[in-house]
């Protein structure tokens, strides 16, 4: 049972230019999350898919962020025209309806730094 | 809306030593999910504890237990017998009951230091 993964790792892009991360979910799971967690903060909600339907979307998530899961399976997050204030980890996490708490397990996060 | 604060950026313990790190929320639901959720440095968060509101009882897993206080809000972590791995960013986290939504509402964080 691998878990949840993320890539890349690390990602540093200019001003103004489109970025893509990409998530894998634990294999089973049909709910996946993604956050974003600026530096001494706490995690941020973003949004959220069951399968491959987006079903809630946060204000945090400008006009410039997609988000996509087109089979249910992996999803990717990109940002485009990217800001200095689009610096951030952004995590993935994932979880399976039906299980206890329906724990959400997260991956290692993708560090964005724009320049 | 609902809201999770942890008052303690920073705590220290000495190994084998026990420790508490406080949360408290805010919220007009009567069941929901909380949870403490560490994250090492450098390293992805991972879930040490849940504790779900309609359950009396205090989760406890190994060294990790809570102190889980429905009317004050409150839901605390000890940790018994702190090791050196035990050094890391803890955060408390709410969600609300399968629906509307299912995100996890953040605290801003307690760093934890372990002292050998």
């Known amino acids: 049972d691998t878990g949840v993964s993320q890539n890349p790792r690390h990602k540093i892009t200019k001003r103004g230019q489109n970025v893509t991360f990409r998530c894998d979910p634990i294999?089973?799971?049909?709910?996946l999350y993604w956050y974003r967690q600026t530096l001494g903060q706490g995690p941020e909600f973003l949004t959220y898919?069951?399968?491959?339907?987006?079903?809630?979307k946060s204000r945090l998530l400008s006009d410039r962020f997609s988000a996509e899961r087109p089979k249910g399976s992996f999803s990717t997050l990109e940002i485009q025209r990217t800001e200095q204030g689009d610096s951030a980890m952004y995590l993935c996490?994932?979880?399976?309806?039906?299980?206890?708490?329906?724990?959400?397990?997260f991956g290692p996060g993708t560090r964005l730094l724009v320049l | 809306a609902q809201t999770v604060t942890q008052s303690q950026p920073e705590m220290s313990v000495q190994e084998a030593e026990t420790v508490t790190l406080s949360c408290t929320y805010d919220?007009?639901?009567?069941?929901?999910?909380l949870f403490w959720y560490k994250q090492p440095p450098s390293r992805q968060m991972i879930l040490v504890i849940r504790?779900?509101?309609?359950?009396?009882q205090n989760a406890t897993e190994n060294r990790f237990s809570v102190n889980f206080q429905k009317a004050a809000k409150s839901f605390s972590l000890k940790i018994s017998d702190s090791q050196l791995g035990d050094a890391a960013m803890y955060f408390c986290?709410?969600?609300?009951?399968?629906?509307?939504?299912?995100?996890?509402?953040f605290g801003t964080g307690t760093l934890l230091a372990v002292q050998p």
């Open positions: 996490a994932s979880s399976l309806t039906g299980t206890p708490g329906e724990t959400q397990y």
């Open positions: 294999s089973e799971h049909n709910r």
């Open positions: 898919f069951q399968n491959e339907a987006q079903l809630e």
């Open positions: 504790q779900e509101a309609y359950k009396q």
């Open positions: 986290a709410y969600r609300s009951p399968g629906g509307a939504t299912n995100k996890l509402i």
């Open positions: 919220t007009s639901e009567s069941d929901y999910y």
